[in-house]
Nanobody, 121 residues
Framework: QVQLVESGGGLVQPGGSLRLSCAASGRIFSINAMGWYRQAPGKQRELVASITDGGTTNYAGSVKGRFTISRDNAKNTMYLQMNSLKSEDTAVYYC???????????????WGQGTQVTVSS
């Protein structure tokens, strides 16, 4: 029913930029908080940035000033603009959302499939 579909990952040189997109589809009543997580090999998954339904944002210290999270509520889509990329940004990036399906009163948590971001010269 509900899906989070990511796009925009790829290979980029240090100092380059990428923009990730996450589109929520299905019968959704509302989307509350959304966020981007990443997981590098051998490391735990970590929160990169989050954004509430009202537009309040938070960033991990390692990306603050370089990454920008945003959302288009009319399109049920979230974005992550990544600038000044470093090799340590290399990871699989996952979209996450707390949302309410039309069929349920309860808010549920969903994950996207992940998209690979590789920063290398």
């Amino acid at each position: 029913q509900v899906q989070l579909v990511e796009s925009g990952g790829g290979l980029v040189q240090p100092g380059g930029s990428l923009r990730l997109s996450c589109a929520a589809s299905g019968r959704i009543f509302s989307i509350n908080a959304m966020g981007w997580y990443r997981q590098a090999p051998g490391k735990q998954r970590e929160l990169v940035a989050s954004i509430t339904d009202g537009g309040t944002t938070n960033y991990a210290g390692s990306v603050k000033g370089r990454f920008t999270i945003s959302r288009d509520n009319a399109k049920n889509t979230m974005y992550l603009q990544m600038n000044s990329l470093k090799s340590e940004d290399t990871a699989v990036y996952y979209c996450n959302a707390d949302l309410q399906p039309i069929s349920s009163w309860a808010r549920q948590n969903y994950w996207g499939q992940g998209t690979q971001v590789t920063v290398s010269s």
